[in-house]
């Protein structure tokens, strides 16, 4: 099958919305997170974010938006966006100028585009309140597309000219990573020669305070202790939003063009828990039998992989189920293998991580180095013989397996090999 890389990024994260930023941060584990102000009441026991900077989309209305002066979006496209459309148009375009795309590369049938956000919460509170308030004719006819589920295909398909694959996922926590993995099929199997993958989340107040009421949040006020993945104290995830981009192309179309990639995606697995609605199989099974299908799938020895991306939330059921799902994986080859869990600089992006996770797995291939673990003071007994850097390794990985799990026990694995 036609072997399939990673040719251009796009980032706006709470620690960068540009990969040069993203890469000095993930090396520095300088993380993103702050006291979040809507958060800052009494009645709200979370207080921590993990914020995107430059950009201001409080407002229902997009006019009154703003967002850095180096992008020029028209106001027609602007009006049909939600927050986290905006972000990844933003990140849209940085993959297009990273990728060195040309308009007819992007805009021809054998060009996809696969999506995946949890749609805008805050964008169908306030149509809601709209329609009920003013009545449904003073309501904005654009508001729907701005704020289900499918917002960012909807948009980036019609703004970009898409002409060949689209559609969203909806896998929640491991929404983007079926993406890039039924996106490989579609490449593998000649159906395409390049796809766009593109997360997404509004990170707002309607986005994350949920959560609280699952009681899945951190209750931290320091921002420095609120993520701490596989740690002992870890009370929760912090949340964030933002988007990633990343643009797959065979090697037909990089040898064509004469681009370098970042990375070459090399296989994928999935497996369900079959367990509960919305707590993980205790042992993980299911994540266990999706990376032994991505490592399968790519051809890979166990012991080829150095490096695992975790999805490690900082939850306190979650890492452990990992963790043991990865001690079955491993077995004697574990302490050879460094796990971590960037979610410790970011918070967890819902939809949006197993896109931004891959990102950050192809800028440590491409640049030579292995994320640390933050925040990592007392690992929890659970996580005994994980091999779990505490600082940023100089070293470049060869296999790194990027991992993403989801309500209802949804799991994948994405197997990424280091370019020479």
Known sequence: ????????????????????????????????????????????????????????????????????????????????????????????????EDARLSEADVSNPDTGLYAASGGSPFLTHFHHERLLKVG??????????????????????????????????????????HAIGFALDDLQLGRQKRMFIVGAEDGNNDAILPF????????????????RPFDAARDGFVGTGGATVLVLETEEEVARRGVKPYAELVGWGQASDGHNVAISHPDGQGLLMAMRNALRHAGTAVADVDYVNAHATSTLIGDISEARAL?????????????????????????????????????????????????????????????????????????ALKNSSGFGGANVALVYRRVA
């Open 212 to 227: 609280a009421g699952m009681r899945t949040l951190s209750l931290q006020n320091d921002p420095n202790l609120a993520s």
């Open 136 to 177: 449904v004719m003073r309501c904005s006819p654009l508001g729907i597309v701005a704020s289900i589920v499918g917002t960012l295909n909807f948009n980036l398909v019609a703004a970009f000219r898409i002409k060949g694959s689209s559609g969203g996922f909806s896998s929640a926590c491991a929404s983007s990573a």
């Open 1 to 96: 099958m036609p072997r399939v890389f990673i040719t251009g990024l796009g980032f706006v994260t709470s620690i960068g919305n540009d990969a040069a930023t993203v890469t000095a941060n993930l090396r520095a584990l300088r993380h993103g997170f702050e006291l979040y102000p809507p958060f800052q009441k009494p009645e709200i026991p979370c207080k921590v974010v993990g914020t995107v900077k430059g950009f201001n989309t409080e407002s229902g209305d997009p006019e009154d938006w703003t967002f850095p002066e180096r992008y020029r979006i028209k106001r027609e496209l602007l009006r049909s966006m939600a927050p986290n459309g905006l972000f990844a148009h933003c990140a849209m375009l940085q993959a297009l």
């Open 327 to 399: 001690k079955s994986m491993f077995g004697e080859a574990l302490p050879r293998v460094a796990v971590s869990s960037t979610k410790a600089l970011t918070g967890h992006g819902l939809s949006l991580a197993g896109a931004m996770e891959s990102a950050f797995c192809c800028l440590a291939l491409r640049n030579g180095f292995v994320p640390g673990n933050a925040h990592l003071t007392r690992p929890d007994p659970e996580c005994a013989g994980l091999n779990l850097p505490r600082t940023t390794e100089d070293r470049a990985p060869r296999i």
